[in-house]
């Protein structure tokens, strides 16, 4: 196989778009509303000479890269804002590199320069999740292939390397040729805390009435969905009468249906959500949904999560990292612990997702079985050039289901240019539809058909309309102290 083309970063532009929420979210200590996309626009040199532009997006999350109580939602995104700009400053520096050896070069510099000026593992991998996203997409149009062609061929020259040791011996180029692209994917809706289940939980002129399903009765009937995931508070309770009132919805469809459940870190220990398991075990009302529910996610607070093993939880459901994944020691780790899976987002970053898919069938195979798994999960991925790299990301992964939740919270390309919309839905129309006079995303009996995602580029044929979007302000962090 040939070497991977080497390149070199000329220019990295940073972006942010604001968009308003059409319901309100809980999303793990605090509500939204409204938030803030970033985007990024990076133009690169092909070792031939040949010079493309590639983009990403991602929205920049207040409260789940770091939830420090003390820190304002501002200080989250200057915080992103900051991890970007450190990425910019270090791939804009570096010397001709393969795409995968800027992320490696970069790795452990990066996470060292993000702990100097106080942000954590996860709030500094923001930055590389977005560049490398955006030189990827920069090479494959220089090169002509898809996303999933690209990894086949291994363009971007995955090799084993320090910053991974425990794959040394690992042939990441055969891997990556074994890789069969899915099709269609199902969403797998979040229900949130807030959110309600029938219309008679909203409040008198609480609806918005804008043509788009609002409780999770209306979302089933809507989009077909089969696959769910729940919000659990820590407060058990509640927790129980909430799943009571989900499965009671749930339970009317006649076909089978999936739960995933979600502790955003809201509990102390594995024994605390063990004992909120054992108490739903014992609810006729939940049968079914215990039955249904495929794994357990983050429920035991960041900073003990990887400090304790999770046995007492594991033996009755497998439990995933998510927040915990900050660095790519953490799924080993993580995995001493009695954790079996960890979760794919794409503002982790897309290697640090292939790489831990690799351990994966590396372990699994050392166990005779299939143990070890990856989940797709969500962080506000809106329509274009987000959730389209996220899906593209998610359907190489080969996982079946993806937590999905941009649609149901924001309204179509809320925020973006109406020019955009309508390109995003002329390029690709298999995973967006015009309804009410809006772009949407298209969820036809619960699932999103990705065959337009094999274009030339990062899952998307649409350059974002940048001409009047805000340039991003640098970040005011680290914040001044007296």
């Not at 990295?12 to 996309?37: A, D, K």
């Not at 999770?310 to 497998?318: E, S």
């Amino acid at each position: 196989m040939p070497a991977a083309p080497r390149l070199k970063v000329l220019s990295v532009e940073r972006f942010e778009s604001p968009y308003r929420l059409r319901l309100p979210f809980r999303f793990g200590v605090i509500t939204v509303t409204e938030g803030r996309q970033a985007i990024v626009r990076v133009r690169v040199r092909h070792e031939n000479g040949r010079e493309g532009t590639g983009y990403a997006a991602e929205a920049l999350g207040a409260k789940w890269f770091d939830k420090d109580p003390a820190l304002s939602d501002a200080q989250n995104h200057d915080q992103l804002r900051k991890a970007l700009e450190l990425t910019g400053e270090a791939y804009g520096a570096a010397p001709w590199l393969s795409a995968f050896d800027l992320y490696a070069h970069h790795y452990r510099e990066l996470l060292d320069a993000g702990a100097a000026c106080g942000l954590n593992p996860l709030v500094t991998s923001y930055g590389p999740a977005l560049l490398d996203r955006a030189v990827l997409d920069a090479l494959c149009r220089i090169e002509g292939l898809s996303f999933w062609q690209a990894l086949q061929h291994n363009l971007p020259g995955l090799r084993a390397h320090a910053i991974a040791p425990d794959l040394q011996g690992f042939a990441l180029s055969p891997f990556l040729r074994g890789m069969a692209p899915l099709t269609t994917v199902a969403v797998r809706h979040t229900v949130g805390l807030l959110d309600p289940i029938v219309a008679a939980d909203q409040a008198v002129g609480a609806r918005v009435n804008d043509g788009l399903p609002e409780t999770l009765e209306e979302v089933v009937s809507t989009y077909g969905n089969r696959y769910f995931k729940l919000k659990v508070s820590g407060l058990a309770d509640a927790d129980l009468e909430r799943l009571r009132r989900i499965a009671s919805v749930l339970d009317r469809l006649a076909d089978p249906y999936v739960v995933t459940l979600d502790g955003n870190e809201q509990y102390e220990d594995a024994d605390a959500i063990a004992a909120l398991w054992q108490r739903m075990a014992a609810e006729p009302a939940l049968q079914r949904l215990c039955a249904a529910t495929l794994l357990i996610e983050q429920p035991i607070k960041r900073q003990m999560a990887l400090a304790q093993p999770v046995a007492a939880l594991a033996r009755h459901k497998p439990v995933i990292i998510d927040e915990s994944d900050g660095d790519l020691d953490a799924f080993p780790r993580a995995r001493a612990l009695g954790y079996t899976g960890v979760s794919t987002k794409a503002c982790k970053g897309f290697y640090k997702s292939i790489l831990n898919l690799a351990r994966c069938q590396v372990w699994n195979q050392t166990e005779g079985r299939a143990a070890y798994f990856m989940s797709a999960e969500d962080l506000t991925t809106q329509p274009g050039i987000s959730v389209q790299q996220d899906l593209a990301l998610v359907s190489l992964l080969g996982i079946a289901h993806v937590e999905r939740n941009a649609h149901h919270f924001i309204d179509g390309f809320n925020g973006r240019p109406e020019a955009e919309a309508q390109a995003y839905l002329a390029a690709h129309p298999d995973l967006y539809h015009l309804q009410d006079g809006r772009v949407r995303l298209r969820i036809q009996r619960g699932q999103l058909a990705l065959g337009s995602l094999a274009c030339k580029g990062f899952g998307s044929a649409v350059n974002p309309e940048l001409a009047d979007t805000a340039p991003m302000p640098r970040a005011d962090w680290p914040p001044e102290t007296a």
